[in-house]
DNA sequence: CACAAGCACAACCATTTGGTTGCAAAAAAT
DNA sequence: ATTTTTTGCAACCAAATGGTTGTGCTTGTG
């Protein structure tokens, strides 16, 4: 997991971490999360009918990395890279917890309308 | 991909569909999110205690919006605005059909290694 | 050795993003 | 009738995003 330390105006120090969701955003992105989901690839193997180049490809792995959604094994001359689909939790525990909070708004009206006819 | 072409309130032009994973990927959006999961506001009740300005609002519920994230309904001179988490499945989907794979990786990895032992 | 494969790093570019300020319109309240 | 609330719209801005090309450094291979 990386932390980016950014130095602000007024000499603050904000802890910025790049999120999940952001990871996720990119449909390239989550190309390459699927991808990987198979199992290890070193980067040409990535770049391979992905229609864009090494380079941009490696910016979007440097975005995963510092989310922590994947990680590097050097062997030999290739860089292969892993998947790490545990950070997806996050995602998944926001989403639900919404939901569940949704689910609940006509009980919640309800208990406002019971409330209010005591009154 | 479905692409929704609807002249509506917000005189928003809806050409290309903009994606959940975008919608979520901002902070800001998610509390509006989270805020609206409560139950309907109008834009002033989503402005309070959000730190930015209601312009600032207003671009967010703009994409919100784009995504089918949130509905309006004019009341008077208010405007409120419903969420619609249905749209957050496609997250939730595409998250456990990622995960599935990756789960079965080192049983490929085992297909893999007992072909090359026949051969 | 010479050469190719695989990759990292830097510079550059256009567009998008996430905010701001200012102003105008319509509905409600006084 | 005037003022206040609530909202919409446009212009502006800095920074981030998503790509590109070019260069050069390792590491295997003939």
Chains 1, 2 share one sequence.
């Not at 980067?43 to 990680?71: F, N, P, W």
């Not at 790490?84 to 639900?96: A, G, H, I, K, Y």
Request: some cysteine; aromatic content about 8%; proline content about 3%.
């Amino acid at each position: 997991m990386v932390v980016l330390v950014v130095v602000q105006p007024f000499g603050c120090i904000m802890i910025e971490r790049r999120d999940v969701y952001q990871a996720i955003a990119d449909p390239t992105r989550r190309m390459i999360i699927q991808k990987l989901s198979g199992g290890p690839l070193n980067i040409g193997q990535i770049v391979e009918d992905s229609g864009i180049t090494r380079q941009g490809i490696a910016k979007h792995l440097k975005v995963l990395y510092e989310c922590g959604m994947i990680s590097f094994t050097q062997k030999g001359r290739e860089q292969f890279c892993e998947a790490r689909l545990e950070q997806l939790d996050e995602v998944v525990d926001w989403v639900n917890a919404s939901r569940k909070l949704w689910g609940q708004r006509f009980k919640k009206l309800d208990n406002f309308l019971a409330e209010t006819k005591k009154q």
